[in-house]
């Protein structure tokens, strides 16, 4: 018989709580335990961020970089990370970016038919959160997250939030035009990041902030097998330990995350789909011709990636010192599809902004009659005009011998790219700041 997920999970961390308080959810969201009040809003420029220096998220790169956010923690989404802001070198101010970042839910259907679970709206996540030591979280700050409506109120403020700084390697590379000259730059990026507990996994939630202006969202899973799950007798699971006696149930997890853009601190951004076309060689060309097209994305969007296929959400206010709107790209990461629910059929939704649509299934927000409790319900033919981006990362994970103990993480995500934010690589050396354009022969 299947133990219970939830059950099995408070055992770990919260034994002794009555099974009615672990049905408690609500949607508040707290800070530090030691934080000053919520600041009153303020006269500052739309790219700032405006919340107390408790809540406030602020690192400058060794590159020059810097990045500015506040985070908060809701009770079922966990960390959210809102009014965050790029300010590369060259930019008298910072840039606004999004206004609000979260998980929008973590969607676990096992291959069985058997169970499935919400593990953000339905099993506790946000109640999950974990506190970390320095070793996890090195050369960094970990902050103190109190966990609204806690389910164990005794335990509430948790070490559990890390922001950190790492090198990513190469930010680029070139050699000029003489033989002994090379241009290049090792990548900084700011690390911000929880674990939490759900069952006998460990998610940990990571968003890095790259010095160029990329970010880039990611949910690792790690934590242990389900002791539970050792039972699957036909034919889906895989042998895991001596012989073939226990089958770990394969399952999936269909992560999905909510973006509210706010280029250049306005909400009224535009959506723009890019496809391309790759032809034969025609009328004696020696190669294929690539024709890529702009779609204007002016209503509600169930979409699906495909080939050559990308989106962007773009300013309707500000533009870059060539004249160019601001933009970001959003690149898909690596993904296997889940067909089996109707909100996990599509890569990504683009609806419009309502308050109350939260979370991608099983949202608890009440939307009003007939308006659904999942995203694909939302994609009803209204105009675009306050995009609101839903991505979905699924992952089909069939257990293997090496996933004995601990689990290694297995991650999924996706990212964004600053497209036309800057006028140039944000990272140029003073010495190319000129070569914008066409350049031939250095000039």
């Known amino acids: 018989m299947r133990v219970n997920r939830i059950s099995r999970a408070r055992s770990r961390t919260m034994a002794g709580l009555s099974v009615a308080a672990l049905t408690v959810g609500a949607t508040s969201a707290a800070g530090p335990a030691a934080a000053e009040p919520a600041a009153k809003p303020k006269a500052a420029p739309a790219a700032a961020a405006d919340c ?20 908060r923690y809701d009770s079922y989404a966990g960390l959210v990370l809102e009014n965050i802001s790029y300010q590369p070198k060259g930019e008298a101010r910072p840039i606004r970016v999004l206004t609000s970042a979260k998980l929008a839910q973590i969607h676990v259907p096992y291959d069985d038919g058997s169970v499935e679970y919400d593990d953000l709206t339905g099993a506790g996540f946000a109640q999950g959160l974990m506190n970390m030591k320095p070793g996890e979280c090195p050369g960094g700050t970990i902050k103190t997250v109190k966990v609204p409506d806690s389910w164990d109120p005794e335990n509430s403020n948790v070490k559990g939030l890390c922001t950190t700084t790492r090198s990513r390697g190469h930010a680029y590379r070139m050699q000029g035009n003489s033989a002994n000259k090379v241009w290049q730059k090792q990548g ?112 509600e969007l169930a979409g699906n990636a495909k080939n050559m296929r990308w989106w962007r959400v773009v300013s309707t206010v500000g533009k870059n010192k060539d004249e160019h709107a601001r933009s970001y790209e959003i690149v898909p990461g690596v993904t296997s599809k889940y067909p089996g629910r109707s909100y996990t059929k599509r890569d990504i939704y683009f609806t419009e902004y309502k308050k109350c649509e939260q979370f991608a299934s099983h949202n608890p927000r009440n939307c009003g009659a007939g308006a659904g409790k999942s995203v694909d319900k939302w994609v009803n033919g209204q105009n675009l005009t306050r995009p609101v981006v839903w991505v979905n990362s699924g992952f089909h994970h069939v257990a293997r011998d090496e996933d004995q103990q601990p689990m290694p993480v297995h991650w999924q995500g996706f990212s964004i790219v600053p497209r036309d934010v800057t006028a140039m690589n944000p990272l140029t050396p003073p010495a190319l700041a000129d070569q914008n354009g066409h350049v031939e022969n250095g000039r």
């Open 52 to 71: 107390s220096a408790a809540y406030k998220i602020e690192q400058k790169l060794a590159t020059g970089t810097k990045w500015t956010m506040c985070w």
């Open 188 to 299: 900084k990026d700011l690390l911000v990041y929880t674990v939490n507990q759900t069952g006998w996994y460990e998610y940990i939630t990571e968003w890095r902030f790259q010095d160029d202006g990329t970010v880039n969202m990611n949910v690792g899973a790690t934590g242990s097998l389900a002791p539970g799950d050792y039972d699957a007798g036909d034919g889906r699971g895989w042998p895991i330990g001596k012989g073939a006696k226990d089958y770990a149930t394969s399952h999936s997890h269909n992560v999905f995350w909510r973006l509210n853009f706010g280029l250049d601190g306005s909400s009224k951004n535009k959506v723009e789909q890019y496809d391309s076309v790759v032809s034969p060689p025609a009328g004696g060309g020696e190669a294929p011709s690539n024709k890529t097209t702009r779609k204007k994305i002016t209503k």
